[in-house]
């Protein structure tokens, strides 16, 4: 039953998340889905730094640079995830570029592409009416427990309304923290992904039961709802890549590779 993993991991814990600092929440995100050459990973994740260092260096308190690597799915697989306003911000040169110099990027992308097997770039939009959204501010999570949901393209409007009504209300009752939701629109197939911050490991062994915060009843009814809208669902594991990555206010400390 699809259904019965997505209701049930949905209810993991995600608690004492540090800062997110100053940007705020994105519209839309540019995500870079990067599948590295296995004998190459480790050139890839040395250039990401020296991206990552530039930006620390300017420190711009609009923009992030997030990247993210697959633990449990294939584990060559990157995401990096940078904010959009509008499409029309894509007409221009990427704000990002002020914080490195012409030759520097062309170097780069000569060098990305020894490292890259297969790169696709999609346009995703935020959802923040599926998913919950902290107390406070937040950082990019340790772990991302993710998340992707290809619904029935006449059940969308179905899936949507049960997710609002039924789902994040028991879910919230269990004391999840964070969940972010988006979905792609440009670049790819337009799956639903909902991703749940996650502390470490440990938090997958206890979750609570969404059928006791809801009834047993009423989880069935919204089980066989999801079941009935969704085609098909992946769950994968991402670990936070801190010294890839730029994000103003967030900590830098030091992630390993797996």
Avoid: C
């Amino acid at each position: 039953m699809k259904s019965t993993l997505l209701v049930s991991a949905f209810a993991f814990i995600a608690s004492a998340i540090p800062s997110w600092g100053q940007a705020s929440a994105p519209t839309m995100l540019n995500v870079a889905h990067i599948r590295v050459k296995p004998d190459r990973v480790q050139d890839f994740m040395d250039l990401e730094k020296q991206i990552a260092a530039g930006l620390k260096k300017g420190a711009p308190t609009d923009q992030f640079r997030v990247v993210y690597r697959a633990t449990v799915g294939n584990p060559m697989d990157f995401e990096v995830l940078t904010r959009i306003g509008k499409f029309g911000d894509r007409d221009g040169e990427n704000p990002l570029n002020k914080y490195s110099t012409e030759q520097e990027r062309a170097t780069r992308a000569a060098r990305n592409a020894q490292y890259e097997e297969n790169v696709q770039v999609t346009i995703d939009r935020t959802l923040p009416d599926l998913g919950i959204a902290p107390q406070g501010p937040l950082t990019p999570p340790p772990y991302l427990h993710m998340f992707r949901i290809r619904v029935r393209p006449d059940r969308e409007e179905e899936f949507t309304a049960v997710v609002k009504s039924d789902l994040l209300p028991a879910v919230k009752k269990t004391d999840v923290k964070l969940l972010l939701a988006r979905r792609t629109v440009l670049g790819g197939v337009a799956d639903y992904y909902f991703a749940e911050g996650m502390e470490k490991w440990a938090d997958l062994d206890n979750p609570p039961s969404l059928a006791k915060a809801m009834g047993a009843d009423a989880f069935k009814k919204m089980e066989d709802k999801l079941n009935s809208a969704i085609a098909l669902e992946e769950q994968t594991i991402w670990r936070y890549q801190p010294d890839l990555s730029y994000y103003p206010g967030a900590a830098g400390a030091t992630t390993s590779s797996r």
